[in-house]
């Protein structure tokens, strides 16, 4: 078997007084070859005797010289175990070959562009809601690094902390970051399970777990507040208080099903459509005060019955986004008007008809799981051997209340 030499180099700059440059050297059957890095050091930085870059306590780049040390063990690390795997797999490869691998390596296994090109695959299988929670998390961790990329093998516990402080200094909560970090750790496990880097653990030390939220709901008495308040002069406060009454007219259909209604999903009298988050279909009965929001409106010229995707060939994920985030903006303006001190969004009609369904008679197991969160495959059971005649008559009773 032919060995293989990989040092550590250093070449001192040409003009006397400026940084040189770190490079390895990679000897295989007698061929020479230079992997040169962008790791730049002073001559007074390199120890010829040990190969290693150093500093003194006192110096200012002392910080930056340990990090650079720990990065170039991390690389003479890489290049060995790539070498490793090249003989396993090619007895005649080249010192050109472990040079181009260590390339492909650095190319491919950042974090960066690891995650980047999972976000691409998300996206051409149509994994569209996965897809933009990958996209955000890379974008909250590009913020993070200041657009400075890392390499996979290089995230370690403390740089997790770090992350984990940075969004609680911008007022994150804590189920947000949470949900950050478990996107990053699946991301690294998946490097791990393609035994692209080995798992050094890095989440150890960040929590992880999802904190179980307060369900917020308002009483119908403040519903019925936010139903007669006259916005006749302010389009942008009516069209979010239409779009929270619907919602809660809805039986608590979630913003993302509002807005990907289509207008062949009501036929004879009802409206049969499957949640995006679970699959599961439901039928809720059109009443005639879905029909009032609805009539307010020019018809779409999209496929889309409700006033929120209005334009065929739009982007219709970042339309659906950008108006949910202006309706809870106004939303938010409404709450004051009308004394409700908690964060009122969209999602909050979602809890305040599952908390009027309950004050209304309807089994207590149907609606916390058919209309939380706490298991969707519960919700599935109990909801399937439902009559939807039973909750169409307690929306009736509740809408009834409203009128």
């Not at 440059?21 to 005797?49: A, N």
């Amino acid at each position: 078997m032919k060995m293989t030499s990989i040092k550590v180099k250093f070449r001192p700059s040409t003009v006397a007084g400026n940084e040189g440059v770190i490079y390895y050297q990679i000897i295989h059957d007698r061929k020479v070859r230079q992997l040169v890095t962008d790791y730049r050091v002073y001559p007074s930085e390199w120890d010829q005797s040990r190969s290693i870059v150093v500093a003194s306590h006192k110096s200012e780049r002392r910080l930056h010289i340990s990090s650079m040390r720990e990065n170039i063990r991390r690389d003479i690390e890489w290049l060995t175990k790539l070498d490793r795997k090249l003989a396993v797999r090619n007895f005649n490869y080249t010192a050109d070959d472990i040079v181009d691998e260590f390339n492909r390596y650095v190319r491919e296994y950042t974090m960066f562009n690891f995650m980047e090109s999972i976000i691409a695959k998300l996206k051409r299988n149509g994994k569209i809601r996965t897809y933009e929670t990958y996209k955000s998390t890379l974008n909250s961790f590009k913020k993070f690094r200041h657009n400075e990329d890392i390499m996979l093998d290089c995230i370690t516990s403390e740089i997790m902390e770090d992350y984990e402080a940075w969004h609680k200094k911008r007022g994150a909560a804590p189920n947000t970051i949470s949900f950050y970090i478990r996107i990053l750790r699946a991301v690294y496990n998946r490097a791990v399970e393609n035994d692209i880097i080995e798992n050094r653990n890095p989440f150890k030390r960040v929590y992880t777990g999802v904190d179980k939220t307060v369900k917020r709901a308002l009483p119908l008495c403040v519903i019925k507040k936010i139903k007669i308040l006259d916005f006749s002069r302010t389009p942008s406060l009516d069209f979010a208080r239409d779009m929270f009454l619907l919602s809660f007219y809805l039986r608590g259909m979630s913003f993302v099903d509002m807005a990907f209604l289509k207008k062949s999903d009501l036929k004879d009298g009802y409206i049969v459509y499957r949640r995006r988050k679970t699959g599961q279909q439901l039928i809720i009965e059109w009443t005639s005060e879905m029909q009032m929001v609805l009539d307010k409106y020019p018809e779409n010229e999209s496929c889309y019955l409700l006033p929120i995707i209005r334009n065929t060939g739009s982007n219709e994920r970042c339309t659906y986004r950008n108006v949910g985030y202006n309706i809870n903006h106004n939303i938010k303006k409404i709450a004051e008007m009308v004394g409700v001190t908690i964060p009122l969004t969209l999602y909050v009609a979602r809890h305040s008809w599952a908390s009027a369904a309950k004050a209304k008679g309807i089994p207590l197991s149907v609606i916390s799981e058919g209309m939380g969160h706490d298991s969707e495959a519960t919700t599935q059971i109990y909801l399937a051997s439902l009559d939807t005649s039973v909750i169409d008559k307690a929306n009736n009773l509740i809408l009834e209340s409203l009128r």
